[in-house]
C-alpha cells in the first residue's frame, strides 16, 4: 500500500459521521405528497437520510407509525388554521 493509499484509508476512518440536513425553512405551495400530490403540510426525516412528506389528510392516517420511524417530524399542520390574508376593503 503506497503512502497515499494509506492516508486515504485513515482519512475515511478518522472522518466523523455526517450529522443529517434538516431543512428549516417552512413548506412551501411546491412541496407535495409523496402519496398523493397534494400541497405537503408535513416533512418526515427518516434514518439513512430519506424524508417523506405528506398531505395532512395522509399523515393523519400514519401518524402513530410515522412518527415511530422518524427521526424528525416537521408538522406544519397548524399553518392550515390561519386565516388567509384579507384584501382591501372586504368588511
Not at 2 to 9: A, C, D, G, I, P
Not at 19 to 43: S, Y
Not at 46 to 65: I, N, S, T, V, Y
Request: hydrophobic content about 40%; glycine content about 4%.
Amino acid at each position: 500500500m503506497s503512502y497515499t493509499e494509506t492516508m486515504n484509508v485513515e482519512a475515511e476512518v478518522e472522518a466523523p459521521l455526517a450529522e443529517p440536513v434538516i431543512r428549516t425553512e417552512d413548506l412551501t405551495a411546491l412541496d407535495r405528497c409523496d402519496q398523493c400530490g397534494a400541497q405537503a403540510w408535513v416533512h418526515a426525516f427518516l434514518p439513512e437520510e430519506r424524508e417523506l412528506m405528506f398531505c395532512a389528510h395522509h399523515f393523519r392516517k400514519g401518524e402513530d407509525k410515522i412518527r415511530a420511524i422518524a427521526d424528525f417530524v416537521k408538522d406544519e399542520r397548524w399553518r392550515l388554521l390561519e386565516a388567509p390574508p384579507r384584501t382591501q376593503g372586504e368588511d
